[in-house]
């Protein structure tokens, strides 16, 4: 068997024996499952993203907390003013609830402009076909209608909020929200985006990063765009249609927590791609 077809049947099986519904009970990603109107999902996912930064649980917390205070119906519920009245007293990080309600307004109004986040990002798309071009575009468009730029409260929360694509980070809070939108339904993701799951990049943490390293898919040091790309192309080797449907299994592992990024028979015991691990080959 070559090294590419160990690495793909490696990471099929990793896939087949992640039990999804039992991840999604404490992934971000699951609230969405709860949400049958698209747009409702569309700006549940955007809160979600936005705040996925630290410890799962924590944020998973967070969000269940910002979502009773934003209402049933995220994409109508409350106006402006009794959402940022609603919203007084959330916190996560350098996140405030004011931050919560601009961005879930600034989403709102780009929802009535273009009929959907969605139709908006395909705009985009469809005039750059450049993925880091529409994203940055896309976040512009949501940050100017919500007003979350830093220099109006001076504070970063607002700012920080949407990652910036043309800084050249692996932005993976974004990607973890284009994954979900974009691919295809699978009792994971949602594809309701009319955009192909080819162009997508992992949303690459510090331990997808160094997961990916092991791998071989990256020998790059930096969690950066230019990392995200090498490791998505990596990946379309095995599946060129939807190089990011590994992300949610590999990210659900368990042992990237404890990956010691060298041989180490006790902490090793157990991992999922050892077979095809760097340091095991
Ligand atoms: S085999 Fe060990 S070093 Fe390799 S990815 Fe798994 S835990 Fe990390």
């Given at each position: 068997m070559s090294k590419n077809d160990s690495i793909k049947k490696t990471l099929d099986d990793v896939r087949r024996r992640c039990d999804v519904e039992a991840r999604l009970r404490v992934d971000p990603g699951g609230v969405l499952h709860r949400y049958d109107d698209p747009l409702d999902r569309e700006i549940v996912g955007l809160v979600a993203a936005c705040i996925a930064f630290g410890n799962v649980k924590t944020i998973r917390s967070k969000l269940e907390d910002a979502l009773v205070r934003i209402g049933p119906r995220p994409a109508e519920s409350c106006g402006p003013a009794a959402l940022i009245k609603r919203m007084r007293g959330w916190k996560h990080r350098v996140f405030l609830g004011e931050d919560i309600a601009k961005l879930v307004i600034g989403a709102r109004l780009v929802q009535a402009r273009h009929g959907s986040l969605g139709a908006r990002f395909k705009i985009d798309w469809d005039e750059t076909q450049n993925l880091k071009e529409s994203l940055a575009r896309f976040v512009d468009a949501i940050r100017d209608a919500g007003k979350?730029?830093?220099?109006?409260?001076?504070?970063r929360g607002p700012a920080h909020l949407l990652g910036d694509p043309r800084a050249g980070s692996a932005c993976k809070r974004l990607m973890l929200y284009l994954r979900w939108m974009v691919r295809p339904a699978d009792g994971i993701d949602f594809?309701?985006?009319?955009?192909?799951?080819?162009i997508l990049l992992l949303p690459v943490d510090t331990h997808i990063h160094k997961l990916s390293r092991n791998l071989g898919f990256t020998r790059r040091h930096d969690l950066s765009w230019k990392t995200a790309e090498e490791i998505a192309a990596a990946l379309a080797v095995f599946d060129p249609k939807d190089p990011a449907k590994y992300d949610f299994a590999l990210c659900h592992m368990g042992m990237l927590q404890r990956c010691p990024s060298r041989r180490d028979a006790a902490r090793c015991e157990g991992c999922g791609v050892q077979p095809v691990c760097v340091h095991w080959r």
């Open positions: 979350l730029h830093a220099l109006v409260s001076g504070r594809g309701q985006w009319p955009i192909s799951p080819s």
